[in-house]
């Protein structure tokens, strides 16, 4: 079945230490979306790639960044986590970009210690 | 500005029983609706959604919403509730902005007792 795959399903990383979440797709969609998701609340989306384009949300921390090697993969990677940034990561993919339907991954629950 | 708002952020059915989650959104033009659930520690599952065409629209899981443009809501309603039902129910509305991303509510958090 075409999906969307995140790993790992549970990240635990110290305070200030690097990490590297990873999105895969099957679904060969044009856009890839980053949302942060913490307790309780709606998901908020960080930033997306359009293709090739990176499209950054005026809000979202320096701290985090992605990278996009080729349209099957998108990595989320933070570079100083701190404890506010203890949440679930949703991957999410679409056809195209202007509110295209959404597939979303099982998500990524991140622990900082 | 954009917005969308779920009244209701905790709600109790009996199974069996009949649901309606409510949502409400502010947006300039007719927008694109959507209905997404989220189980415990999983990611979204698309359950429906609105582009255009019918207003009545029906989903997975035997759940069906409706657009109402005069009222500005988009409700999510499902005749007999199971005990799988329970979960958080989320409505979004879009395109926003020059990215066209989705605007999310707050959730519903639904509980069925047995």
């Known amino acids: 079945d075409a999906m969307v795959i995140q790993n790992p399903r549970y990240q635990v990383t110290q305070f200030g230490k690097p990490v590297t979440l990873s999105c895969s797709q099957t679904l060969n969609h044009n856009v890839m979306y980053w949302y942060q998701q913490k307790s309780s609340q709606a998901p908020k989306l960080l930033f997306h790639?359009?293709?090739?384009?990176?499209?950054n949300e005026a809000d979202t921390p320096d701290n985090f960044q992605s990278r996009r090697p080729n349209t099957s993969f998108c990595f989320l990677d933070i570079r100083s986590p701190g404890l506010g940034d203890a949440a679930m990561y949703l991957c999410?993919?679409?056809?195209?970009?202007?509110?295209?339907?959404?597939?979303f991954g099982p998500g990524t629950r991140l622990t900082v210690l | 500005a954009q917005s969308v708002t779920q009244p209701d952020i905790h709600i109790t059915v009996s199974e069996g029983a009949s649901l309606e989650l409510r949502c409400n959104y502010s947006?300039?033009?007719?927008?694109?609706l959507f209905w997404y659930v989220q189980s415990p520690g999983q990611g979204l599952q698309l359950l429906l959604k609105y582009f255009s065409g019918d207003t009545l629209v029906q989903g997975i899981k035997g759940f069906e919403a409706e657009f109402k443009r005069s009222q500005s809501s988009f409700n999510l309603r499902k005749p007999s509730v199971h005990w799988s039902d329970a979960a958080e129910y989320f409505c979004?509305?879009?395109?926003?902005?020059?990215?066209?991303?989705?605007?999310f509510g707050q959730g519903t958090t639904l509980q069925v007792k047995p």
């Open positions: 979004a509305v879009g395109p926003s902005g020059n990215t066209g991303k989705l605007i």
């Open positions: 947006y300039g033009a007719t927008p694109y």
């Open positions: 790639y359009y293709d090739k384009d990176f499209n």
């Open positions: 999410a993919t679409s056809i195209n970009p202007l509110a295209d339907t959404q597939y």
